[in-house]
């Protein structure tokens, strides 16, 4: 199958919807019963994994009739590209035996989707280094990076229960927070986006047996949009000794779609070598990171009753990461930590190198200090009610359809 | 019933097992086939709850049929109760119809147990002010106690994957840490149990529906003995600024045995006024906390080849917890975060007030600094490979008979 290779489905070759057969993407609907069904996305449409059983290879059958993915994601490479393969062949025009898909194939417009695994553990990561630089600069101007950050791929414990997906209203929490000298308990008034992609666990590994960095990649199943909302004031308030809880733990969004990780691969760039090196077990001659492109939007209940497009706020890449994702699997494992078939690991924020680029409002506003003016003339120090945040990513290589990541959107109850 | 109603089950009245009717824990065992099966203890047996199914109220069969005990979890505490007064009715002496439950009987002794819950997302307190003072004259002896300890019941998210039931053999992590000025990795030499109890929650909440401190106790179903294992080293490296991580991800020991809530308060006492204040979101008239005994023995390779008894470490009680477990619900729903039936909330390292009294060998030894001698003579700064650490908790109502906590135990390899 030539890489550019055309499929038949209608929107499958339009680059405006960046799902072509070099991307299909992995996602759940609801069928008429309101039950979940698993799905590869295709142009405008969905092709029901179920339904299109009597195509698929019948090792893989039982798995894709699952109500998640996580049991096929843990059978591993082999049966990803297996997959992969039989799939580019059925929708590419080279396959003219249609039947079975076309009644597999559903329209995608405004059918709601759930997300694709069930997510045991959710670990998010502080792989940024510009984005760490730049916070430590607003709270420790006279240390900005910790001693540790340029070593140890720096990571926190998230909250699975409350991931959500793309599309899910989010409430403003309530929690304490310091006022003057002493704490009270009210809504948060630093309401923040943080800018994230979330990589998948597909095969996991057992307590006690390390995932190595030659054999991470084997490891890595798919990459998501996400949205790791936070509360900027109760975060401050409630982080020292033991890391960020309540800031983060009230709503968490994600992308429905899943892009495999053989649609990224294509994209992948060499990673920056370390100045200071990097430990043993971190290092291998072929250490690259995903080549994503990344824009934040805003829509605001004044832009939109104005009939406003959604505003943009600004623009990261995830190429400048300090880590790539295969460290960042190899690190979570090195003490026996196990992963589970499903388990999500985010980036954290993905700021580039200028301050134009950052992904999360903290930065961009320097704690609220400078607020940002929109292009409809609104301000923002933090969110306001009513907001809608939109994340976007893609990637092209010459000659090739782009490949455009799920949106991850979420919006402010108010 | 009578509150020291006496049962005819074989070792039902011993007070050296103190599993009699007022205590009636969970567990889960592995049938012949190697299947799940949900059970009560009582006495020196198991009782089969699917296999009494005839004898318990339809609407909770099923739930008691399940292969965890996460779906009863959710029933909340009228079924809970329900059961409760069933089976204590059954067991009792004044039964006389015993046909069914004798069948339903299984001798406990060397069966091997698992964890009755299916944990989906685990949180770890630091709840004990005395092990945070002391922890932080440690590190920051000019200011030992953060300013916002009092106000905030501080916790992390801990790691799900990694909780294995007493008896697992554990390992000795890898991990990064500082030699003198630059971090190695290798194996960590300063391995550390920490004393903890792990609160189970019940029903949850929604997305966005906080549990008030008045509703907090419904949520709560039971309270388990748990190790939360600690490479010191590992941990100091990597927890700034976002907390714990690999030094605590590897293991999490729990005992397979679930205390009920009912058979808790009976002994719980009234908690401890907080000399600033508390929020009023974490305040009502009736805050009571656990009156639970604790104890940490070690048994060493070299004290078993002299069939020597296990060694007690330290001892230690649940009533000086500065936050109640219907705080830590409370304070962790607060912002809108959603817990899950059988999710765990455990307290953080259980220290006393004075120094012998500390839960973990951090503090017990001051960081190794001054290492410990047992009554066999040898001595720890932290524990040694062969070293098993074994919990046990108990506690007595005058007139009743001890409630003795499943053990929580494990050897580290070598």
């Not at 405006?16 to 996602?27: D, K, S």
């Not at 449409?45 to 290879?57: E, G, Q, T």
């Not at 929490?173 to 943080?194: H, I, N, W």
């Not at 990649?217 to 033991?242: C, K, M, T």
């Amino acid at each position: 199958m030539p890489s550019n290779a055309q499929s038949w489905v209608f929107g499958a070759n339009d680059p405006e919807l960046g799902r072509g057969l070099n991307h299909l993407p992995y996602t759940c609907f609801l069928d008429e019963k309101g039950k979940r069904r698993i799905a590869v996305g295709i142009g405008a449409c969905l092709l029901d994994l179920k339904a299109a059983s009597p195509l698929i290879p019948q090792h893989l059958r039982e798995a894709l009739s699952e109500t998640t993915l996580n049991h096929f994601m843990g059978l591993g490479p082999a049966a990803w590209r297996e997959l992969r393969t039989v799939l580019q062949f059925l929708l590419s025009r080279a396959n003219r035996d249609r039947k079975v898909l076309e009644a597999a194939l559903v329209p995608l417009h405004d059918l709601p989707l759930e997300l694709p695994a069930a997510v045991g553990d959710y670990t998010d990561f502080y792989a940024s280094r510009h984005h760490a630089l730049r916070v430590g600069e607003l709270f420790r101007p006279e240390k900005p990076l910790l001693e540790n950050y340029d070593w140890v791929p720096i990571a926190y414990h998230g909250r699975a229960s409350s991931l959500v997906p793309s599309g899910t209203v989010v409430r403003r929490p309530a929690g304490q927070r310091l006022a003057d000298s002493s704490p009270v308990f009210a809504p948060t008034e630093k309401l923040d986006y943080e800018l994230e992609l979330g990589f998948y666990i597909g095969q996991g590994n057992a307590l006690g047996e390390p995932i190595t960095i030659d054999e991470a990649e084997n490891h890595l199943f798919g990459v998501s949009l996400l949205n790791d909302w936070s509360a900027r004031d109760i975060q401050a308030w409630e982080y020292q000794p033991l890391g960020p809880f309540l800031g983060k733990n009230f709503c968490t969004s994600v992308s429905p779609w899943i892009t495999p990780m053989e649609a990224v691969n294509s994209l992948k760039v060499r990673a920056q070598p370390h100045q200071n090196g990097i430990l043993h077990y971190l290092q291998n001659e072929h250490l690259e990171t995903v080549n994503l492109n990344l824009i934040v939007q805003i829509s605001t209940t004044r832009s939109r009753r104005a009939v406003l497009a959604p505003m943009q706020v600004s623009q990261s890449n995830s190429r400048g990461l300090f880590w790539t994702p295969e460290q960042m699997v190899t690190h979570h494992t090195s003490g026996g930590c196990n992963l589970r078939p499903g388990d999500l690991l985010a980036t954290g924020t993905i700021s580039g190198e200028r301050r134009e680029q950052a992904g999360c409002l903290l930065e961009l506003t320097r704690n609220g200090h400078e607020p940002i003016t929109l292009p409809n003339g609104e301000r923002r120090a933090f969110l306001e009610d009513g907001d809608e945040i939109i994340f976007t990513g893609w990637s092209q290589t010459e000659g090739q359809m782009p490949i455009r990541l799920g949106e991850c959107r979420g919006t402010l109850l108010g």
